[in-house]
Structure formats: C-alpha cells, structure tokens
T-cell receptor
Framework: RKEVEQDPGPFNVPEGATVAFNCTYSNSASQSFFWYRQDCRKEPKLLMSVYSSGNEDGRFTAQLNRASQYISLLIRDSKLSDSATYLCVVNRYNFNKFYFGSGTKLNVKP | DGGITQSPKYLFRKEGQNVTLSCEQNLNHDAMYWYRQDPGQGLRLIYYSQIVNDFQKGDIAEGYSVSREKKESFPLTVTSAQKNPTAFYLC????????????FGEGSRLTVL
C-alpha cells in the first residue's frame, strides 16, 4: 500500500467553482502534513501546512482527520491561475522523511 | 535572498557517462534531499541527509551516489549504472525538525541521448 494516495484527476471545473481534494495516508505515526502546488515542469511550492485544528488561507482551506487518516484541501472561487497539480505530503515523526502523493491535477476553465 | 540553487538546469548526457548535479542551499538547513520525478508521476526519494557527513538511501538509490561534506552542499551523481536516468531531479532542504516544510530548488532536467 502506498504511503500517500491521491485521486490523480483531472478535475475540470469552471472559474468560480468550489473544488475539494482528498488525500489518505497509511501510517498513523505521520506527524506533519502539507499541500504543495506544482506547475508544469516546475518545482513544487508550499501552498499550506495542515494543522490538526484545520486552517484557512484566503480561498484555501485545509483539514486533517487523524482518525480516518485523511487530509483535504478546499479551493473556493477557483481562478484560472489555480490550474496546477496539487501534491499531498506527509512527514513521519522522528524520521524526517517526506512522503508524496502522486498529485491531483486541477484544470480551471473560463 | 535565501534559497536552494540547482545546476545545471538542463543537461544532456551520453549513455555510459556519469554526471553530477549540484545543489547548494543558504537556508542553514540541516536536512537535504534528492528526488526524482518522471512525467505524470509523483516524487520519489533517492537519497537524504540529516547532518553533515551522513546520508541514507531513499526508495530508489540504485545507480546514484551522494556526498555531504558541507552543510550547504549535497551533490548527486547519476552513474552509468542507473538504467533509466532521464528525469527531472529536484533537490530540497528542511530545517530538520519534524514540522518543518520542504523547500525546493528549481530542478535539473537530465536527458540521456
């Protein structure tokens, strides 16, 4: 079983739509959680860390459910510029290795 | 500005040649990582280092070698033993604590001719 699993998509949505991605992780010892954004042929860039209480940054909201071992990302009022691949990343406690999902591709259409 | 510098950005190599990819960071991070990404795939860990003069194999270390002689530098050598080296290589660093995020360089795109 993969450490981190994501639906590869693509998610094709119109501008202004709300879209949600989920990600599941297999190891309950996972300690830190992140969403990264990766544009085509570029390096991943941190979108947001995910905290146990959930957190919001503008149009983006991240949630963590430790009991079910999943992380979610909600994007409201989608923009064309949100088109990218979104990577779910977890870091296991005392191990300092980062595990990546294969990414979920988002296409926002005019 | 602090960051991670990878070079070269693009590299072409003939089969049978070794090539070394450079990675330098000025973030004062303890941990450094090398990942490989193939088209349409996620990132796979090649090697990582949590401290100077120490490094560990990741999930796909065969055909690669690294060194960590200085905190700032973590070069990756792609040897001729790597059967399918054409890929996008990403170097990253983190502060080394469990909650610190990864910072990435811009990547090196290696093509074997």
């Amino acid at each position: 079983r993969k450490e981190v699993e994501q639906d590869p998509g693509p998610f094709n949505v119109p501008e202004g739509a709300t879209v949600a991605f989920n990600c599941t992780y297999s190891n309950s010892a996972s300690q830190s959680f992140f969403w990264y954004r990766q544009d085509c042929r570029k390096e991943p860039k941190l979108l947001m860390s995910v905290y146990s209480s959930g957190n919001e940054d503008g149009r983006f909201t991240a949630q963590l459910n430790r009991a079910s071992q999943y992380i979610s990302l909600l994007i409201r009022d989608s923009k064309l510029s949100d088109s990218a691949t979104y990577l779910c990343v977890v870091n296991r406690y005392n191990f300092n290795k980062f595990y990546f999902g294969s990414g979920t591709k988002l296409n926002v259409k005019p | 500005d602090g960051g991670i510098t990878q070079s070269p950005k693009y590299l072409f190599r003939k089969e049978g040649q070794n090539v070394t990819l450079s990675c330098e960071q000025n973030l004062n991070h303890d941990a450094m990582y090398w990942y490989r990404q193939d088209p349409g795939q996620g990132l796979r860990l090649i090697y990582y280092s949590q401290i100077v003069n120490d490094f560990q194999k990741g999930d796909i270390a065969e055909g690669y070698s690294v060194s960590r002689e200085k905190k700032e530098s973590f070069p990756l050598t792609v040897t001729s033993a790597q059967k399918n080296p054409t890929a996008f290589y990403l170097c990253a660093s983190s502060i080394g604590e469990t909650t610190g995020e990864l910072f990435f360089g811009e990547g090196s795109r290696l093509t074997v001719l």
